[in-house]
């Protein structure tokens, strides 16, 4: 089945303490994304990648990092987590390349909580 | 600043009628335009989009319109049916589909 995979599903962790939130996707898709979510504000892009090796910033990068070593991957990094990080992570992947029709697939959330 | 706004947080609407959910952007480069709806505890999943060579585009009950002179879309169900219930998102991207700003969402209520 072609998914976007995400892990863990939830967190709950507490300032300074480093983690990293996983997502894989099947579909050897180029283009990958991290959002937050955040009341009020809808989807924010954090990071995106056009393909291995190449990263970018998205419009909230301030605390994050990001890596993209193997296409299918594109693990989220929070080397010092702090309270205003806690919110709902979606990873997302489309093929690049396709005429029209950018749609980017989701995975199912991460639900972090940072004390 | 948010480049796409989504101005009605909720909408309720009755089985059968028409559900019309807009859109507002400010940067003139969006090239592409989409609509993601999202149920909870799901990550969003793509319903429709539209480039800006068009200004319509039709997929079975889903319809979205794009007036580039106001910078406005909007997205029309019809008939709208109870499982049409969930929050919809509108997002844009340049040509290049790098970047893409999400607007903060619209929850629709299809009332049965």
């Known amino acids: 089945e072609a998914q976007v995979t995400q892990n863990p599903r939830y967190l709950i962790t507490v300032t300074g303490k480093k983690l990293t939130v996983t997502c894989s996707q099947n579909?050897?898709?180029?283009?990958m994304s991290w959002y937050r979510q955040d009341p009020g504000l809808g989807l924010r892009q954090i990071y995106y990648?056009?393909?291995?090796?190449?990263?970018d910033k998205g419009d909230v990068p301030e605390g994050y990092k990001v890596s993209r070593k193997e296409k299918r991957n594109f693990p989220l990094i929070l080397e010092s987590p702090s309270p205003n990080q806690t919110s709902l992570y979606f990873c997302?992947?489309?093929?690049?390349?396709?005429?029209?029709?950018?749609?980017?697939?989701f995975g199912p959330g991460t639900r972090l909580t940072v004390l | 600043d948010q480049q796409v706004k989504q101005n009605s947080p909720s909408l309720s609407v009755q089985e059968g009628r028409i559900s019309i959910l807009n859109c507002d952007y400010t940067?003139?480069?969006?090239?592409?335009f989409l609509w993601y709806k999202k149920y909870p505890a799901e990550g969003p999943t793509f319903l429709i989009s539209?480039?800006?060579?068009?200004d319509k585009n039709e997929d079975g009950r889903f319809t979205v319109f794009l007036n580039k002179s106001a910078k406005h879309l909007s997205l029309h169900i019809v008939p709208s049916q109870p499982g049409d219930s969930a929050v919809y998102f509108c997002?844009?991207?340049?040509?290049?589909?790098?970047?893409?700003?999400f607007g903060s969402g619209t929850k629709l209520n299809v009332k049965p």
């Open positions: 997002a844009a991207s340049g040509y290049n589909f790098n970047k893409f700003y």
């Open positions: 997302a992947s489309f093929p690049l390349g396709l005429k029209g029709g950018n749609e980017q697939f």
């Open positions: 990648s056009m393909n291995v090796e190449v990263t």
């Open positions: 539209i480039s800006s060579i068009k």
């Open positions: 940067n003139s480069m969006f090239d592409y």
């Open positions: 579909m050897n898709h180029e283009y």
